[in-house]
């Protein structure tokens, strides 16, 4: 009998060692999570996560990378791509310093291209409750509000190929108040010009004409 508890006893103990070890196995199959620091990216390198293909148009070198099969970072950028189709991401400029960036700086730049469908991009890794503007094909977009997590969430439904900046601030608004400003500073030159010569030639005009009414009323 002692011999027998003895098993059950170490086929217990072995189950606990076991299912834990099973369980992890499992996880990395199907969460693997690839990552490196100060890593050299070049043109010909393409990374998969999912759906989403991610290449270089430039050597690049970021300070921490990783992937798996549901997002892929740069530095402490986070790409998670929402995307029926297949979609491929070409990343050209991510700023070093998001975080401590100046309104209106350019914070990334990437290309995106897929087949049709909406596809939404949820950016993690920016200041939270922050305004950023998002240009498509250098024409602004919107400007999105960061949520409480820092991420910065958009969709776009027409495709075929696209180029994506973001820029923090509400650079749309800045622009609207130049031009505003530009305008009005144009209307006060014009009313200046109308009331410097057009009026000096009127009040002359009038005199040279009473002068001559008095002329002729004499005679």
């Not at 469908?117 to 977009?141: A, H, M, P």
């Not at 509000?145 to 991420?151: C, I, M, Q, R």
Request: proline content about 2%; hydrophobic content about 45%; some cysteine.
């Amino acid at each position: 009998m002692d011999g027998v508890e003895l098993k059950g006893e170490v086929t217990m103990k072995c189950k606990f060692v076991l299912l834990p070890l099973m369980l992890g196995l499992i996880l990395i199959n199907i969460f693997p999570m690839v990552s490196a620091n100060n890593w050299q990216l070049s043109t010909n390198d393409v990374y998969q996560s999912g759906n989403e293909n991610y290449s270089f148009a430039s050597a690049m070198t970021f300070t921490r990378f990783g992937y798996n099969s549901t997002m892929i970072f740069f530095n402490n950028l986070y790409f998670n791509i929402s995307s029926n189709n297949a979609i491929n991401i070409t990343l050209s400029y991510l700023n070093p310093n998001i975080l401590t960036a100046s309104l209106g700086e350019t914070l990334l730049r990437f290309n995106a291209n897929t087949s049709a469908g909406r596809v939404w991009f949820n950016l993690s890794g920016f200041e939270t409750s922050t305004l950023y503007t998002v240009l498509r094909d250098s024409e602004t977009l919107h400007t999105y509000k960061t949520s409480a997590g820092g991420v910065l969430s958009f969709y776009n439904e027409t495709w075929s190929d696209h180029d994506y900046e973001i820029r923090k601030g509400d650079t749309s608004l800045s622009r609207q108040v130049r031009i505003r400003y530009n305008s009005e500073a144009m209307e006060d030159v014009e009313d200046i010009g109308f009331s410097a010569f057009p009026l000096m030639a009127l009040v002359a005009v009038v005199m040279v004409a009473a002068a001559i009414m008095i002329i002729v009323s004499r005679r």
